[in-house]
T-cell receptor
Framework: AQSVAQPEDQVNVAEGNPLTVKCTYS??????LFWYVQYPNRGLQFLLK??????LVKGSYGFEAEFNKSQTSFHLKKPSALVSDSALYFC??????????????FGSGTQLTVLP | DTEVTQTPKHLVMGMTNKKSLKCEQH?????MYWYKQKAKKPPELMFV???????INESVPSRFSPECPNSSLLNLHLHALQPEDSALYLC?????????????FGDGTRLSIL
């Protein structure tokens, strides 16, 4: 079985400060990990992914995420938050070795609010 | 701009109506998905099409009927829906079902059942 947890329903951060949105996962084999963002009245927008290779992954809009195998985590980070980053963020996982057998499992989502 | 186009953006229908949601992608993707999303919740997978064939049905009630006329189009036919079916319906596509490439989502159809 595969699962993903986002322990914080809500994260508030001041504009210009660094932000972190947390994600932990559980899979039997190697994970494929993804971050998506959803703005109001929009679909999910892909930010970045980890498949293999460097543990630090850089994505769109200045976001990055660090894959930590020992802690089974894939936290999303940004050095300096913008008000426009305020949105709903989803972490997702799929077991990489499962071929087409498994679909994406999404976390419960974290609402990020960046305060001006 | 999203590469997956969904129409209509909004739909209000009565419980006895029949309507269809449409989704189109021109990225050459061979897997297409329907998701249901309630407010502030993660998307819930409904159906997966792979190479135009239905490969996953997540125990969705028969009042939802998917159709994949060709590799670029995906429809969701609706009939006799219930108020609890009111939600955002998202279409997505990916290179194929087993790919490590991300799914690309449309902006959804917001469905309200009266």
């Amino acid at each position: 079985a595969q699962s993903v947890a986002q322990p914080e329903d809500q994260v508030n951060v001041a504009e210009g400060n660094p932000l972190t949105v947390k994600c932990t996962y559980s899979v039997s084999g190697n994970p494929y990990l993804f971050w998506y963002v959803q703005y109001p009245n929009r679909g999910l927008q892909f930010l970045l992914k980890y498949i293999t290779g460097d543990n630090l992954v850089k994505g769109s809009y200045g976001f990055e995420a660090e894959f930590n195998k020992s802690q089974t985590s894939f936290h999303l980070k940004k050095p300096s938050a913008l008000v426009s980053d305020s949105a709903l963020y989803f972490c997702a996982v799929r077991e990489g070795s499962s071929g087409s057998a498994r679909q994406l499992t999404f976390g419960s989502g974290t609402q990020l609010t960046v305060l001006p | 701009d999203t590469e997956v186009t969904q129409t209509p953006k909004h739909l209000v229908m009565g419980m006895t109506n029949k309507k269809s949601l449409k989704c189109e992608q021109h990225m050459g993707h061979r897997a297409m998905y329907w998701y249901k999303q309630k407010a502030k919740k993660p998307p819930e997978l409904m159906f997966v099409y792979s190479y135009e064939k239905l490969s996953i049905n997540e125990s969705v009630p028969s009042r939802f009927s998917p159709e994949c006329p060709n590799s670029s189009l995906l429809n969701l036919h609706l009939h006799a829906l219930q108020p609890e079916d009111s939600a955002l319906y998202l279409c997505a596509s990916s290179q194929d079902r087993g790919s490590n490439q991300p799914q690309h989502f449309g902006d959804g159809t917001r469905l309200s059942i009266l």
